[in-house]
C-alpha cells in the first residue's frame, strides 16, 4: 500500500465494526472508503473490524472459532478482533456486545507499524468510537468520527427492555467521543442539532452524504421475477434489508393478510427473522427471501414493483437508512411507513421518490399500495424521480470526494484541536 508514492505513506487507522464481507448496512461504506483512500497511494489504511456478523447477527462460519484475523483486502490491511454477537437484542445484550469489542480492541489494538496520521470512526458503534478516540489520543493525531447513526436516541426508542437506562449511558459515551474529535462528519443535516447540542462546535460539523453504492439492474426485469416465482402482472412489494425491532416489519405481514392482492416479500436477516417467517408461513401471499448475493441484488430490487422502509411508530431515526440508497438506484417507487419528521420520511420527499404513511398502521400502507399498483404511469414516474436523485445526489464518487476532503482538513491540522478532550480508558501495556 502507497508503494507508488515519492513519500512514504502516511498510516490512516478507519475503526469500523463492520466491514465487508459484509452487504448490508454500515460495512458497504466502510469498505468503500478505506479502498478509497488506500487507492490514493500516499495512505496505508488499515482498518480495526470486528468479525462479519451482520445482519443475521450471526458470525460469519468463515470466521467462526477465530478471536483474531489480519487480512489484505483491496489494498486495505484489516485487523478483526473477536466480539460477542447476541441472538437477542436487549439492553444487556448490546451492553455486552460493546463491551468485547472495546474490551478486545484495547488488549490487542492493531499492529499498523508505526504511529497513525490520523483516526478516523464510524459511528454508531460505541466501542469502535471510544477506541478511535483512544488511538488517536495516545498518536496525538486528529480524530474524525463519522455519524451514521446515534445509539442513544436509538436506543431510547428501541422498545427493548432497559433501553431508558441504555440511551441514557450511550448518549453519555457519544458525547465523550464526539468532544474528543478534531472534525465531525454527520451523513445527514438532520444529525447537525444532535451533535451540536453535545458540544460539538457548529464550525467543526461537515456534512457528508452516504451514496448509492450498488450498480443499475443489468439483468431483464422479465428473467429475474420468473426466477424468483413472481408471475407477470402480480404486484410484488419488497423489503429489503435488517430484520430487527426497529424495522417493525410486522406492518407489511399485516398489509399482506389484508390486501391478499398483493405479493409482500421480505429480503434479509436479522434477529427477528425466524418470528416473521412463523407468521408469514400463515399468508399465501408472503415470503421471506435469504439475502441477495451482491451482484444479484440490484436485479432483485429492480424486478419488483414497490420496495418498501418501515420503522416502529416509537422511532423518530435522524439516520437514513442504507437500503434508501439502493432503492432510488434501482428505480422503483418506495412506499414509507415511518414517521413523518425522521431522516427517512426527508430524503423521500427530498427525492419526490414514493408516498410516506404513519407507521404501523397497515391499513394506510394496504391503500398506498393499492393506488400505486393501480396507478403505473404514477408509479414509474416516481421511481424515475428516484433514480434521477441518486444520480444527481448520491454519486459515489461526488460522495468519497467529500470525505476524503474531511479526512485532508483533519491532516492539514497540525495538532489536533480536542473540542473537550475527555479522558479516554488507557492500557499502556496493550501498546
Request: proline letters at 7%; charged letters at 20%.
Amino acid at each position: 500500500m502507497g508503494k507508488h508514492s515519492a513519500a512514504p505513506a502516511r498510516r490512516l487507522v478507519l475503526v469500523s465494526t463492520n466491514y465487508a464481507p459484509e452487504q448490508a448496512g454500515i460495512g458497504p461504506y466502510a469498505t468503500q472508503l478505506a479502498e478509497h483512500w488506500a487507492a490514493r497511494g500516499d495512505l496505508d489504511v488499515h482498518v480495526l473490524a470486528g468479525m462479519p456478523h451482520y445482519p443475521a447477527w450471526r458470525t460469519d462460519p468463515a470466521y467462526g472459532g477465530r478471536w483474531r484475523a489480519t487480512e489484505d483486502r483491496a489494498g486495505v490491511r484489516v485487523h478483526r478482533r473477536r466480539h460477542t454477537v447476541p441472538a437477542r437484542q436487549s439492553a444487556l445484550n448490546r451492553a455486552l456486545y460493546e463491551a468485547s469489542i472495546l474490551a478486545h480492541g484495547i488488549l490487542a489494538p492493531p499492529r499498523t507499524g508505526g504511529a497513525p496520521a490520523a483516526v478516523v470512526a464510524q459511528l454508531p458503534s460505541l466501542a469502535g468510537g471510544v477506541l478511535g478516540a483512544r488511538l488517536a489520543r495516545r498518536a496525538g493525531v486528529p480524530f474524525v468520527p463519522v455519524v451514521q447513526d446515534l445509539m442513544g436516541a436509538a436506543a431510547a426508542q428501541s422498545g427493548i427492555r432497559g433501553g431508558g437506562r441504555a440511551a441514557a449511558l450511550a448518549a453519555s459515551v457519544e458525547r465523550r467521543v464526539l468532544g474528543a474529535a478534531t472534525l465531525v462528519g454527520v451523513i445527514h443535516e438532520s444529525f447537525v442539532d444532535s451533535v451540536t447540542a453535545m458540544g460539538v462546535p457548529r464550525s467543526c460539523v461537515r456534512t457528508v452524504p452516504n451514496w448509492s453504492h450498488i450498480a443499475g439492474s443489468a439483468r431483464p426485469r422479465a428473467a429475474t421475477r420468473s426466477r424468483l416465482g413472481w408471475a407477470e402482472g402480480e404486484t410484488v412489494v419488497l423489503h429489503s434489508g435488517n430484520m430487527g425491532l426497529k424495522q417493525g416489519l410486522d406492518v407489511l405481514l399485516e398489509t399482506a393478510r389484508i390486501a391478499p392482492e398483493l405479493r409482500i416479500v421480505l429480503m434479509g436477516d436479522g434477529n427477528q427473522r425466524r418470528r416473521l417467517a412463523a407468521l408469514a408461513e400463515q399468508l399465501p401471499n408472503a415470503e421471506l427471501l435469504p439475502p441477495a448475493a451482491e451482484d444479484d441484488f440490484p436485479d432483485v430490487l429492480a424486478a419488483a414493483d414497490i420496495l418498501a422502509v418501515t420503522q416502529r411508530a416509537s422511532v423518530l431515526d435522524m439516520s437514513v437508512p442504507s437500503k434508501l440508497t439502493s432503492y432510488f438506484t434501482a428505480g422503483r417507487p418506495v412506499a414509507a411507513s415511518v414517521a413523518g419528521g425522521g431522516g427517512t420520511a426527508g430524503e423521500l420527499r427530498a427525492a419526490g421518490a414514493g408516498v410516506l404513511v404513519p407507521p404501523e398502521d397497515p391499513g394506510a400502507l394496504a391503500e398506498a399500495l393499492r393506488s400505486l399498483a393501480a396507478d403505473p404511469d404514477r408509479a414509474a414516474a416516481l421511481g424515475a424521480a428516484g433514480r434521477a436523485y441518486a444520480e444527481e445526489r448520491l454519486g459515489r464518487d461526488a460522495a468519497l470526494a467529500r470525505l476524503t476532503a474531511l479526512l485532508d482538513e483533519a491532516l492539514a491540522t497540525a495538532a489536533p484541536h480536542a473540542l473537550t478532550a475527555p479522558r479516554m480508558p488507557d492500557n499502556r501495556a496493550a501498546a
